[in-house]
């Protein structure tokens, strides 16, 4: 199946700062989603981004298919963007519609 | 958006005994939903794939004798743990997708079991 490498695992910024999470797979894509999971366990819907570049107020994320990596940008980090990022893709070969996660990466902004 | 919604939030229960999560989809149809499990600090691993009027389809390694799932319905899917034990404490979250809308899969608010 599909493999998605998220990095760096662990990510620590003061309040205020900049970050730029990333996703690699292993093959080609027609979904890639960004959550956020929250300290209750919910998980944010993002972006959904297999291809371009989208923003949403100080988030931000781009996809490169052919080079098959996506990038998640935070910017002016907040103590709320703490919590697991997840990068999720599903593959573009028959049945393989379903996400395949990444490990995370988990960020902690510290005031 | 979409909203799948997911009940119960968190559940304790005796060893031995069956626990049943719900998961629906309000204001769209979902002819597929999926189960995933998480454990703490790690990433969510798909359990199996439900499918509205057939048997759900189990990912390798995964018990379809102790994780019964039923999706009777175009709203609903429910995962029952049958026999909990301990092992099967862990978060449980269920995903579907509104094909009508280009924002992917939408989680529900996962279930917290805990087994003792």
């Known amino acids: 199946g599909i493999q998605v490498e998220q990095s760096p695992p662990d990510l620590i910024l003061q309040e205020g700062a900049n970050s730029t999470l990333r996703c690699n797979f292993s093959d080609s894509v027609n979904n890639l989603q960004w959550f956020h999971q929250n300290p209750w366990g919910q998980l944010i819907n993002l972006f959904y981004i297999p291809s371009g570049t989208k923003q949403n107020g100080r988030l931000s994320a781009t996809t490169v298919a052919t080079e098959r990596y996506s990038l998640l940008y935070i910017s002016s980090s907040q103590t709320t963007d703490s919590g697991v990022y997840f990068c999720?893709?599903?593959?573009?070969?028959?049945?393989?519609?379903?996400?395949?996660f990444g490990k995370g990466t988990k960020l902690s902004v510290i005031p | 958006g979409a909203v799948v919604s997911q009940h119960p939030s968190r559940v304790i229960c005796k060893s031995g005994t069956s626990v049943k999560i719900e998961c629906r989809s309000l204001?769209?149809?979902?002819?597929?939903m999926f189960w995933y499990r998480q454990f703490p600090k790690k990433s969510l691993m798909l359990m199996a794939t439900?499918?509205?009027?057939?048997?759900?389809?189990?990912e390798q390694g995964v018990e379809k004798d102790k994780f019964l799932i039923n999706h009777a319905s175009l709203t609903l899917s429910t995962l029952t743990v049958t026999s909990a034990h301990p092992e099967d404490s862990s978060f449980y979250i269920c995903?579907?997708?509104?094909?009508?809308?280009?924002?992917?899969?939408?989680f529900g608010s996962g279930t917290r079991l805990t087994v003792v």
């Open positions: 204001d769209f149809q979902a002819t597929t």
């Open positions: 439900s499918n509205e009027g057939s048997k759900a389809t189990y």
């Open positions: 995903s579907a997708r509104d094909y009508r809308e280009s924002s992917g899969y939408t």
């Open positions: 999720a893709v599903a593959g573009s070969g028959a049945g393989s519609y379903q996400l395949t």
